[in-house]
């Protein structure tokens, strides 16, 4: 389910049928819950089996697994059957979703409550949708990943592990962009931008914040050709001066 950009920009819940109210927490949010536990929420959030073992010391033993075997195992199943991993799952899980999030031994899923009502679940069949309509909520890309189930023939198994390999040893190469740490993107847009300053920016989404940083990077590239145009002219008809409020959500 891919959200709107309307939804997504929104302050309030997106509300999902069986599901519940997804948020885009406001950085206040954030800052009282602790920047740390954040993140560690975004690290279940984003987790994915390989991580799973390998967080859990077991890394060697999934490798020795077949592509078969290990496109059988369920994450959400894992998460759940540990107390720590479950007692985090369902902290995440209540953090993102506006009602009161419970795990349900008995139905093996998260009853989501409204006022003592039950309105929805989450359970291993639904569970990677939530994960991404949390994701498109709080402005996050996951890196792209293939269903194991849907692969029919050896051959497809073979490309999609040389897919798989790659991408792992790109992600190894890239080293963390520092100037894109929240904490950095929050003091540079609130001294950009022209209304937003430190004391009201704790009020944004953490949404409307990367989309506020976006906005503020291309204005200031449109900005810099303007002037360029303005003194020197666009005798190759290069400069668009609709480009400040072309759409940058794709």
């Known amino acids: 389910m891919k959200l ?29 819950l602790g920047y740390p536990a954040y993140q560690n ?26 592509e078969e075997e290990k496109a059988q195992i369920d994450l959400f199943g894992l ?29 093996k899923g998260f009853a989501v409550q409204d006022s003592g009502k039950t309105i929805g ?22 890196r792209q990943k293939e269903d194991p189930s849907k692969v029919k023939s050896e051959k497809a198994w073979e490309i999609m592990k040389k897919l798989q390999k790659g991408r792992m040893e790109k992600a190894k190469q890239a080293a963390p962009d ?23 920016i704790w009020d944004l989404t953490i949404f409307q914040l990367w989309d506020c940083f976006s906005r503020l990077s291309n204005n200031s590239i449109y ?10 002219g666009d005798k190759e008809k290069h400069f668009d001066p609709s480009a400040w409020f072309q759409r940058i959500n794709r």
């Not at 679940?121 to 996951?142: A, F, G, M």
């Open 79 to 107: 998460l759940t059957a540990n107390e720590q991993t479950l007692a985090l799952l369902q902290d995440m899980l209540n953090f993102f979703i506006r009602e009161n999030v419970l795990y349900s031994p008995e139905h």
């Open 223 to 232: 900005d810099i050709q303007s002037m360029s145009v303005a003194a020197w």
């Open 178 to 200: 520092e100037n894109m740490e929240l904490g950095n993107i929050i003091s540079a847009v609130a001294n950009k931008s022209n209304s937003l300053h430190i004391i009201n």
């Open 41 to 66: 929420y975004l690290a279940v959030l984003l987790m994915d089996t390989a991580e799973y073992f390998t967080m859990a010391g077991y890394s060697e033993q999934y490798r020795s697994l077949s």
């Open 4 to 32: 709107s950009y309307f939804e997504l920009l929104s302050p309030e819940p997106v509300s999902i049928p069986e599901i519940g109210g997804i948020l885009s927490p406001k950085l206040r949010d954030i800052s009282l």
């Open 121 to 142: 679940w989450i359970t291993k069949d639904n569970y990677p949708e939530v994960c991404s309509l949390i994701c498109q909520r709080i402005c996050i890309h996951p």
